[in-house]
Every structure is written in structure tokens, then in C-alpha cells.
């Protein structure tokens, strides 16, 4: 079975700090995705990585940046948090092989910014 | 820019009923996702639709696709109180990047 694993499942920091939600995935899948779920809005990709030291801007990328250095561990960062930043974090990974790109979600984290 | 409409957004329905989520999109794909989530949890792959006409059921869960209309739908029958939770739609766009419909949260009630 495919296995998503964040690092932290709450997480609550001050405005203006800087924030890392770690992401990391064991079935050598070569894309990975992080988004946000806000109520109401569904579920908005943030930014999505094809393959090592590779990144690509998703729908609202500003206020993220991500570091992809090993094929299973995507990082967000968020450089400096602020209060509208609070909200569930996803991330998810997927393979091109078989021609089924389902995507796998990992637990989540809730991240609160105070 | 592509749009995934769901609705209901909301959905209270008396056990052993049955009832349709609608799925509507904007623009062409053929590949079409559904996915539930249970409070406090994350999401569940339940179906892939890849074409035309395709028909998926798994238990009291059906799902098809409709491509030429841009949309989808999932059929719930006879439902128990374990199909309640968010359920979401998501259409394929290029490079397996997803846009999600806003979630349809049911709750099935005795």
C-alpha cells in the first residue's frame, strides 16, 4: 500500500515565523503535490514537483516556496506566516506507471499562525 | 481556467434512501476522480473514471462519466449511516495536476 506521511499533524506558530511541513512518501512515486483545504474552497494546489530538484507553480503558489532534494520528501515553506495561511495542508503523490495517476493524500497537517 | 462545480454542498438524507452527487466541469478531460473524506481524516481514492461512458460501483457507491456533457455522477442507494463524510470530485487536467470540486458533505441520519 502506498503510504503518505507528513510530519506534523497540528502545528501552531506566530506570524512572521517561518514554517516547514514536511512531506514524504514510500512508493518511489515521481510526482508530488501539496495543497491547502480551506472550507468551502475545496481543495487549491499550491505547487506540485515532477521529479528531484524539480518544482512547478500551482494555483496559489504566493507565500510558498518548496525544496524537493530526494525523490520520496517534498518540503513547503512558508517563508513568512501569516493568519490567512492558517489551514489544512495536504500533500498527495501519484506515478505515471499503469497509466492510473490517482493521487495519494497523506494525513494532513492543520497548521494554525497566530 | 478550469472550473469543478459540485452539488449539492450539502446533503442530509434518511438511511436506505437513495441519492445523486452532480459533478460539472468546464472544460474537455477524460479522466475524472472521486474521493471521500472522513472527519479528521485525509482523502480516500474510491474511483477513476477514464472515459466515455465509464460506469464504476462499489458497494452502494456508483460513479459514471459523461464527457460529451462534463459530468459526473455519484449514486448512493440504499445509504447507511458509513457513507456519511465529504466526497469529492476531481478532474485531470495536463500533467496530473487535479482541480477539486468544493466537496459534498453527507450525512446520513437513522
Known amino acids: 500500500d502506498v503510504k503518505v506521511t507528513q510530519s506534523s499533524r497540528y502545528l501552531v506558530k506566530r506570524t512572521g515565523e517561518k514554517v516547514f511541513l514536511e512531506c514524504v512518501q514510500d512508493m518511489d512515486h515521481e510526482n508530488m503535490f501539496w495543497y491547502r483545504q480551506d472550507p468551502g474552497l475545496g481543495l487549491r494546489l499550491i505547487y506540485f514537483s515532477y521529479d528531484v530538484k524539480m518544482k512547478e507553480k500551482g494555483d496559489i503558489p504566493e507565500g510558498y516556496s518548496v525544496s524537493r532534494e530526494k525523490k520520496e520528501r517534498f518540503s513547503l515553506i512558508l517563508e513568512s506566516a501569516s493568519t490567512n495561511q492558517t489551514s489544512m495542508y495536504l500533500c498527495?503523490?501519484?506515478?505515471?506507471?499503469?497509466?492510473?495517476?490517482?493521487?495519494?493524500f497523506g494525513p494532513g497537517t492543520r497548521l494554525t499562525v497566530l | 481556467e478550469l472550473k469543478v462545480e459540485q452539488n449539492p454542498l450539502f446533503l442530509s438524507m434518511q438511511e436506505g434512501k437513495n441519492y445523486t452527487i452532480y459533478c460539472n466541469y468546464s472544460?474537455?478531460?477524460?479522466?475524472l476522480y472521486w474521493y471521500r473524506q472522513d472527519p479528521g481524516k485525509s482523502l480516500e481514492s474510491l474511483f477513476v473514471?477514464?472515459?466515455?461512458?465509464a460506469v464504476k460501483q462499489e458497494g452502494r457507491l456508483m460513479a459514471s462519466l459523461d464527457t460529451k456533457a462534463r459530468l459526473s455522477t455519484l449514486h448512493i442507494t440504499a445509504a447507511v449511516h458509513d457513507l456519511s463524510a465529504t466526497y469529492f470530485c476531481a478532474v485531470e487536467r495536463t500533467g496530473n495536476q487535479f482541480y477539486f470540486g468544493t466537496g459534498t458533505s453527507l450525512t446520513v441520519i437513522p
Open positions: 472544460t474537455t478531460s477524460d479522466r
Open positions: 498527495a503523490s501519484s506515478s505515471l506507471a499503469g497509466g492510473l495517476d490517482t493521487q495519494y
Open positions: 473514471l477514464l472515459s466515455n461512458g
